[in-house]
Protein backbone atom coordinates (compact mmCIF):
# COMPACT_ATOMS: atom_id res chain seq x y z
CA UNK A 1 0.00 0.00 0.00
CA UNK A 2 1.40 3.62 -0.75
CA UNK A 3 1.80 6.77 1.16
CA UNK A 4 -1.46 7.74 -0.38
CA UNK A 5 -3.29 4.77 0.00
CA UNK A 6 -2.61 4.62 3.88
CA UNK A 7 -3.31 7.97 4.41
CA UNK A 8 -6.98 7.61 2.81
CA UNK A 9 -7.73 4.12 4.59
CA UNK A 10 -6.64 5.79 7.59
CA UNK A 11 -9.01 8.97 6.59
CA UNK A 12 -11.71 6.35 5.62
CA UNK A 13 -11.85 5.34 9.42
CA UNK A 14 -11.83 8.35 10.80
CA UNK A 15 -14.99 9.13 8.50
CA UNK A 16 -16.52 6.25 9.66
CA UNK A 17 -16.32 6.98 13.44
CA UNK A 18 -17.56 10.19 12.73
CA UNK A 19 -20.40 9.47 11.16
CA UNK A 20 -21.32 7.66 13.72
CA UNK A 21 -21.50 9.74 16.01
CA UNK A 22 -22.66 12.66 13.55
CA UNK A 23 -26.06 10.43 13.28
CA UNK A 24 -26.35 10.09 16.88
CA UNK A 25 -25.85 13.86 17.46
CA UNK A 26 -28.68 14.39 14.39
CA UNK A 27 -30.91 12.02 16.49
CA UNK A 28 -31.26 14.30 19.55
CA UNK A 29 -32.06 17.37 17.25
CA UNK A 30 -28.53 18.95 17.90
CA UNK A 31 -24.92 19.87 16.24
CA UNK A 32 -22.19 20.37 17.69
CA UNK A 33 -20.21 23.71 16.09
CA UNK A 34 -17.14 22.42 17.92
CA UNK A 35 -16.84 18.87 16.39
CA UNK A 36 -14.50 18.02 13.96
CA UNK A 37 -15.01 18.53 10.36
CA UNK A 38 -13.99 15.88 8.12
CA UNK A 39 -13.91 15.48 4.25
CA UNK A 40 -15.12 12.88 2.00
CA UNK A 41 -12.15 11.32 2.17
CA UNK A 42 -11.96 11.30 5.57
CA UNK A 43 -9.27 13.83 6.37
CA UNK A 44 -9.76 15.89 9.12
CA UNK A 45 -9.46 19.32 8.78
CA UNK A 46 -6.98 21.51 11.10
CA UNK A 47 -8.94 24.62 12.91
CA UNK A 48 -7.61 27.88 11.29
CA UNK A 49 -4.80 29.28 13.60
CA UNK A 50 -5.25 31.72 13.69
CA UNK A 51 -8.78 32.32 12.74
CA UNK A 52 -9.52 35.04 10.30
CA UNK A 53 -12.57 36.59 10.35
CA UNK A 54 -14.61 38.08 7.30
CA UNK A 55 -18.23 39.00 6.00
CA UNK A 56 -17.66 36.99 2.61
CA UNK A 57 -19.78 34.10 2.25
CA UNK A 58 -17.79 32.90 -0.94
CA UNK A 59 -14.50 32.86 -2.37
CA UNK A 60 -13.85 32.23 -5.60
CA UNK A 61 -10.31 30.72 -6.68
CA UNK A 62 -8.37 30.19 -10.32
CA UNK A 63 -5.96 27.81 -9.71
CA UNK A 64 -3.86 25.39 -12.23
CA UNK A 65 -5.11 21.89 -12.81
CA UNK A 66 -3.79 19.29 -10.26
CA UNK A 67 -1.89 22.06 -7.96
CA UNK A 68 -4.06 22.55 -4.75
CA UNK A 69 -5.72 19.18 -2.65
CA UNK A 70 -8.82 18.86 -2.82
CA UNK A 71 -9.12 18.03 0.61
CA UNK A 72 -7.18 21.71 1.59
CA UNK A 73 -9.86 23.15 -0.68
CA UNK A 74 -12.83 21.11 1.07
CA UNK A 75 -11.23 22.22 4.79
CA UNK A 76 -11.36 25.57 3.73
CA UNK A 77 -15.28 25.49 2.84
CA UNK A 78 -16.00 23.33 6.12
CA UNK A 79 -14.11 25.67 8.96
CA UNK A 80 -15.71 28.67 7.49
CA UNK A 81 -18.75 27.71 6.31
CA UNK A 82 -18.30 29.70 2.54
CA UNK A 83 -18.91 27.83 -0.53
CA UNK A 84 -15.79 27.12 -2.56
CA UNK A 85 -15.62 28.00 -6.09
CA UNK A 86 -13.27 26.40 -8.33
CA UNK A 87 -12.04 27.51 -11.88
CA UNK A 88 -8.90 25.90 -13.14
CA UNK A 89 -6.39 26.97 -16.20
CA UNK A 90 -3.52 25.30 -17.94
CA UNK A 91 -1.35 27.94 -18.77
CA UNK A 92 -0.13 31.31 -17.30
CA UNK A 93 -1.79 32.48 -20.62
CA UNK A 94 -5.03 31.22 -19.89
CA UNK A 95 -4.51 32.85 -16.63
CA UNK A 96 -3.39 36.64 -18.21
CA UNK A 97 -6.29 36.46 -20.89
CA UNK A 98 -9.14 35.79 -17.95
CA UNK A 99 -7.72 38.66 -15.92
CA UNK A 100 -7.47 40.95 -18.50
CA UNK A 101 -11.14 41.42 -19.04
CA UNK A 102 -12.40 42.64 -15.57
CA UNK A 103 -14.48 41.37 -13.20
CA UNK A 104 -17.25 40.06 -15.40
CA UNK A 105 -14.62 37.48 -17.02
CA UNK A 106 -12.52 37.39 -13.59
CA UNK A 107 -14.57 37.40 -10.71
CA UNK A 108 -11.41 35.53 -8.66
CA UNK A 109 -10.27 36.02 -4.93
CA UNK A 110 -7.39 34.48 -5.41
CA UNK A 111 -5.11 33.55 -8.42
CA UNK A 112 -2.11 31.50 -8.71
CA UNK A 113 0.23 33.09 -11.59
CA UNK A 114 3.73 31.84 -11.66
CA UNK A 115 7.19 33.28 -12.46
CA UNK A 116 7.02 35.80 -15.13
CA UNK A 117 3.43 36.43 -15.23
CA UNK A 118 3.62 37.51 -11.57
CA UNK A 119 5.39 40.74 -13.04
CA UNK A 120 3.00 40.86 -16.20
CA UNK A 121 0.22 41.31 -14.13
CA UNK A 122 1.65 43.40 -11.34
CA UNK A 123 2.97 45.74 -13.60
CA UNK A 124 -0.49 46.32 -15.60
CA UNK A 125 -2.19 46.61 -12.06
CA UNK A 126 -4.04 43.60 -12.17
CA UNK A 127 -2.70 42.47 -8.71
CA UNK A 128 -3.98 43.98 -5.28
CA UNK A 129 -0.96 45.00 -3.10
CA UNK A 130 -0.64 42.97 -0.42
CA UNK A 131 -1.40 43.46 3.77
CA UNK A 132 0.99 42.00 5.20
CA UNK A 133 -0.54 43.02 9.18
CA UNK A 134 -3.38 40.17 7.65
CA UNK A 135 -0.69 37.44 6.67
CA UNK A 136 0.77 36.49 9.99
CA UNK A 137 1.52 32.84 8.81
CA UNK A 138 3.86 33.82 6.52
CA UNK A 139 6.40 33.38 9.33
CA UNK A 140 5.91 29.54 8.72
CA UNK A 141 7.76 30.42 5.30
CA UNK A 142 11.15 29.76 4.34
CA UNK A 143 13.01 32.99 4.21
CA UNK A 144 15.93 31.22 2.33
CA UNK A 145 13.41 29.98 -0.34
CA UNK A 146 11.06 33.01 -0.49
CA UNK A 147 14.35 35.64 -1.19
CA UNK A 148 14.22 34.14 -4.90
CA UNK A 149 10.57 35.85 -5.17
CA UNK A 150 12.02 38.85 -4.99
CA UNK A 151 9.90 42.54 -4.34
CA UNK A 152 7.30 40.17 -5.87
CA UNK A 153 6.18 39.32 -2.50
CA UNK A 154 4.54 42.42 -1.57
CA UNK A 155 1.54 41.40 -4.24
CA UNK A 156 2.20 37.23 -3.68
CA UNK A 157 2.32 34.75 -1.09
CA UNK A 158 4.56 31.98 -1.98
CA UNK A 159 3.00 28.45 -2.84
CA UNK A 160 5.24 26.12 -4.64
CA UNK A 161 8.34 26.35 -6.82
CA UNK A 162 10.54 23.49 -8.59
CA UNK A 163 12.16 23.18 -11.84
CA UNK A 164 10.68 22.12 -15.42
CA UNK A 165 13.44 19.62 -17.10
CA UNK A 166 13.38 16.15 -18.63
CA UNK A 167 11.60 12.56 -17.16
CA UNK A 168 12.54 9.97 -19.49
CA UNK A 169 11.56 5.97 -19.17
CA UNK A 170 14.50 4.22 -18.33
CA UNK A 171 13.26 0.49 -19.89
CA UNK A 172 12.12 1.83 -22.81
CA UNK A 173 15.06 4.90 -23.45
CA UNK A 174 18.25 3.02 -24.92
CA UNK A 175 19.86 6.65 -24.97
CA UNK A 176 18.84 8.52 -21.90
CA UNK A 177 18.71 12.33 -22.33
CA UNK A 178 21.55 14.29 -20.48
CA UNK A 179 20.76 17.59 -22.10
CA UNK A 180 18.29 19.53 -23.73
CA UNK A 181 19.89 19.78 -26.65
CA UNK A 182 19.58 15.63 -26.62
CA UNK A 183 16.08 16.00 -26.98
CA UNK A 184 16.40 16.71 -31.04
CA UNK A 185 17.54 13.49 -31.55
CA UNK A 186 15.81 11.24 -34.01
CA UNK A 187 15.31 8.28 -32.00
CA UNK A 188 12.57 10.22 -30.03
CA UNK A 189 10.29 11.24 -33.11
CA UNK A 190 7.01 11.01 -31.67
CA UNK A 191 8.64 9.67 -28.14
CA UNK A 192 7.85 13.52 -26.23
CA UNK A 193 5.48 14.59 -23.88
CA UNK A 194 5.59 18.43 -23.26
CA UNK A 195 4.08 20.75 -21.33
CA UNK A 196 1.98 24.07 -22.90
CA UNK A 197 4.41 26.55 -22.23
CA UNK A 198 6.28 29.04 -24.78
CA UNK A 199 8.52 30.61 -22.27
CA UNK A 200 9.87 27.03 -21.25
CA UNK A 201 10.00 25.26 -24.77
CA UNK A 202 11.45 28.35 -26.56
CA UNK A 203 13.98 28.74 -23.48
CA UNK A 204 14.87 25.46 -23.76
CA UNK A 205 16.00 25.78 -27.49
CA UNK A 206 17.58 29.02 -26.51
CA UNK A 207 19.39 26.95 -24.20
CA UNK A 208 20.83 24.83 -26.92
CA UNK A 209 22.07 27.54 -29.02
CA UNK A 210 23.53 29.37 -26.25
CA UNK A 211 21.47 32.00 -26.06
CA UNK A 212 19.74 33.62 -22.48
CA UNK A 213 15.91 32.46 -21.77
CA UNK A 214 15.06 36.13 -21.68
CA UNK A 215 16.77 37.03 -25.05
CA UNK A 216 14.61 40.19 -26.80
CA UNK A 217 17.03 39.96 -29.41
CA UNK A 218 14.74 38.77 -32.86
CA UNK A 219 17.78 37.07 -34.83
CA UNK A 220 18.13 34.92 -31.66
CA UNK A 221 14.49 34.25 -31.25
CA UNK A 222 14.26 33.57 -34.85
CA UNK A 223 17.49 31.03 -34.82
CA UNK A 224 15.03 29.10 -31.81
CA UNK A 225 11.99 29.26 -34.14
CA UNK A 226 13.64 27.49 -36.94
CA UNK A 227 15.50 24.73 -33.91
CA UNK A 228 11.70 24.36 -33.03
CA UNK A 229 10.37 23.49 -36.19
CA UNK A 230 13.16 20.56 -36.16
CA UNK A 231 12.28 19.43 -32.87
CA UNK A 232 8.05 19.26 -33.47
CA UNK A 233 7.99 15.92 -34.82
CA UNK A 234 9.48 14.57 -31.71
CA UNK A 235 6.78 15.92 -29.71
CA UNK A 236 3.93 14.15 -29.56
CA UNK A 237 1.54 15.75 -27.55
CA UNK A 238 1.64 19.29 -25.68
CA UNK A 239 -0.27 18.58 -21.92
CA UNK A 240 0.15 20.90 -19.16
CA UNK A 241 -3.45 19.44 -17.19
CA UNK A 242 -1.44 16.59 -16.63
CA UNK A 243 1.76 15.40 -18.58
CA UNK A 244 2.62 12.59 -16.54
CA UNK A 245 -0.11 10.40 -17.58
CA UNK A 246 0.81 9.80 -21.24
CA UNK A 247 4.41 8.73 -19.69
CA UNK A 248 2.24 6.01 -17.42
CA UNK A 249 -0.08 5.38 -20.32
CA UNK A 250 2.81 4.12 -22.19
CA UNK A 251 1.66 6.87 -25.03
CA UNK A 252 5.14 8.52 -25.48
CA UNK A 253 8.60 7.72 -23.35
CA UNK A 254 10.30 11.18 -22.45
CA UNK A 255 9.16 14.53 -21.54
CA UNK A 256 9.62 18.23 -20.65
CA UNK A 257 7.93 18.37 -17.55
CA UNK A 258 7.60 19.69 -13.95
CA UNK A 259 9.34 18.01 -11.45
CA UNK A 260 5.87 17.52 -9.23
CA UNK A 261 5.13 15.29 -12.21
CA UNK A 262 8.00 13.49 -12.71
CA UNK A 263 8.18 12.96 -9.17
CA UNK A 264 4.24 11.27 -8.79
CA UNK A 265 5.24 9.36 -12.30
CA UNK A 266 7.85 8.17 -10.31
CA UNK A 267 6.34 6.88 -7.78
CA UNK A 268 3.90 5.15 -9.89
CA UNK A 269 6.73 3.47 -11.72
CA UNK A 270 10.31 4.07 -10.61
CA UNK A 271 11.59 2.87 -14.15
CA UNK A 272 11.20 7.09 -14.79
CA UNK A 273 14.50 8.88 -14.05
CA UNK A 274 14.29 12.83 -13.93
CA UNK A 275 17.04 14.74 -15.58
CA UNK A 276 18.46 18.26 -14.59
CA UNK A 277 19.65 19.15 -18.36
CA UNK A 278 23.13 20.20 -18.41
CA UNK A 279 22.49 23.98 -19.39
CA UNK A 280 20.34 24.43 -16.85
CA UNK A 281 16.71 23.48 -15.98
CA UNK A 282 14.39 25.86 -16.38
CA UNK A 283 13.32 27.33 -12.78
CA UNK A 284 10.03 28.18 -11.63
CA UNK A 285 8.22 30.15 -8.54
CA UNK A 286 4.45 30.14 -8.18
CA UNK A 287 2.35 32.31 -5.50
CA UNK A 288 -1.35 33.12 -4.53
CA UNK A 289 -2.69 36.77 -5.33
CA UNK A 290 -5.65 38.78 -5.09
CA UNK A 291 -6.73 39.87 -8.27
CA UNK A 292 -7.37 44.02 -8.21
CA UNK A 293 -11.59 43.01 -9.24
CA UNK A 294 -11.72 40.10 -6.46
CA UNK A 295 -15.58 40.86 -5.24
CA UNK A 296 -14.35 39.09 -1.76
CA UNK A 297 -10.80 39.94 -0.83
CA UNK A 298 -11.38 39.42 3.12
CA UNK A 299 -11.95 36.00 2.20
CA UNK A 300 -8.17 35.80 0.40
CA UNK A 301 -6.38 36.26 3.57
CA UNK A 302 -8.03 33.88 5.49
CA UNK A 303 -7.42 31.71 2.29
CA UNK A 304 -3.90 32.38 2.61
CA UNK A 305 -3.20 31.72 5.95
CA UNK A 306 -4.65 28.78 6.09
CA UNK A 307 -2.96 27.43 3.21
CA UNK A 308 0.25 28.61 5.37
CA UNK A 309 -0.65 26.21 8.20
CA UNK A 310 1.89 23.31 8.54
CA UNK A 311 -0.90 20.44 9.67
CA UNK A 312 -2.50 21.48 6.50
CA UNK A 313 0.11 22.35 3.91
CA UNK A 314 2.24 18.97 4.33
CA UNK A 315 -1.00 17.49 2.11
CA UNK A 316 0.94 19.76 -1.26
CA UNK A 317 4.27 16.97 0.09
CA UNK A 318 1.68 14.19 -1.43
CA UNK A 319 -0.69 15.24 -3.83
CA UNK A 320 1.62 17.76 -5.98
CA UNK A 321 4.77 17.30 -4.60
CA UNK A 322 6.86 20.31 -6.12
CA UNK A 323 9.72 22.18 -3.81
CA UNK A 324 7.78 23.50 -0.40
CA UNK A 325 8.97 26.86 0.67
CA UNK A 326 6.55 26.16 3.34
CA UNK A 327 9.07 25.02 6.57
CA UNK A 328 5.85 24.44 8.99
CA UNK A 329 4.17 21.71 6.27
CA UNK A 330 7.69 20.13 6.36
CA UNK A 331 8.29 20.18 10.46
CA UNK A 332 4.90 19.26 10.72
CA UNK A 333 5.81 16.22 7.81
CA UNK A 334 8.84 15.49 9.70
CA UNK A 335 7.20 14.76 13.02
CA UNK A 336 3.76 13.01 11.80
CA UNK A 337 3.97 12.30 8.39
CA UNK A 338 7.23 10.38 8.70
CA UNK A 339 7.02 8.63 5.18
CA UNK A 340 5.96 11.42 3.32
CA UNK A 341 8.77 13.48 4.70
CA UNK A 342 11.00 10.94 4.25
CA UNK A 343 10.08 10.65 0.16
CA UNK A 344 10.58 14.21 0.05
CA UNK A 345 13.72 14.81 1.64
CA UNK A 346 15.49 11.51 -0.24
CA UNK A 347 14.56 12.64 -3.59
CA UNK A 348 16.31 15.51 -5.63
CA UNK A 349 13.26 15.64 -7.73
CA UNK A 350 10.87 17.51 -5.63
CA UNK A 351 13.60 18.21 -3.05
CA UNK A 352 15.69 20.28 -5.67
CA UNK A 353 19.52 20.83 -4.46
CA UNK A 354 20.33 24.19 -4.13
CA UNK A 355 22.78 23.74 -6.99
CA UNK A 356 20.61 23.17 -9.48
CA UNK A 357 18.46 25.72 -8.72
CA UNK A 358 21.68 28.06 -8.50
CA UNK A 359 22.26 26.90 -12.32
CA UNK A 360 18.68 26.96 -13.68
CA UNK A 361 17.28 29.90 -15.48
CA UNK A 362 14.40 31.70 -14.59
CA UNK A 363 11.72 33.29 -17.30
CA UNK A 364 11.08 36.82 -16.77
CA UNK A 365 8.51 39.12 -17.80
CA UNK A 366 9.49 40.95 -20.84
CA UNK A 367 7.16 43.60 -21.05
CA UNK A 368 6.19 44.27 -24.95
CA UNK A 369 8.93 42.02 -25.72
CA UNK A 370 6.65 39.01 -24.93
CA UNK A 371 4.91 39.49 -28.00
CA UNK A 372 7.84 37.73 -30.00
CA UNK A 373 7.53 34.81 -27.75
CA UNK A 374 3.70 34.19 -28.53
CA UNK A 375 4.10 34.55 -32.36
CA UNK A 376 6.80 32.34 -32.63
CA UNK A 377 4.57 30.01 -30.33
CA UNK A 378 1.62 30.51 -32.47
CA UNK A 379 3.80 29.68 -35.86
CA UNK A 380 5.32 26.66 -34.02
CA UNK A 381 2.00 24.66 -33.35
CA UNK A 382 0.35 25.48 -36.79
Not at 201 to 213: F, K, P, S
Not at 227 to 249: C, G, Q, T, Y
Request: aromatic share 12%.
Amino acid sequence: MNIQSKIHHLGRLILTAFLLFGVAGCASGKSDPSAEKVTSSGFVCPEPNPRIEFESKEINIFTWTEYVPADIIDCFGLVYGVDVNTDYFSSNEELYTKMSFGQDVNPYDVVHPSDYMIGVLIREGLLKELDQSQLPNNKNLDAGLVSAYGDSVNYVVPYQMGTQAIVYNSETVTNPPTSWADLWSTEYEGRIVSVDDNRVVIGAALLTLGYDVNTTDEAQLEEAKQKLLELMPNIRVFDSDSPKNPLLAGDVDLGIVWNGEAFLAQQENPAFKYVFPSEGSIIFYDGMAIPESAPHPDASYAWFNYMLQGELSWLTLVDYPYTSPNAAALEYAKANQTEVYDAYMASSVTNTPAEEFKKGHEVKDLGAALSLYDQIWTEIKQ
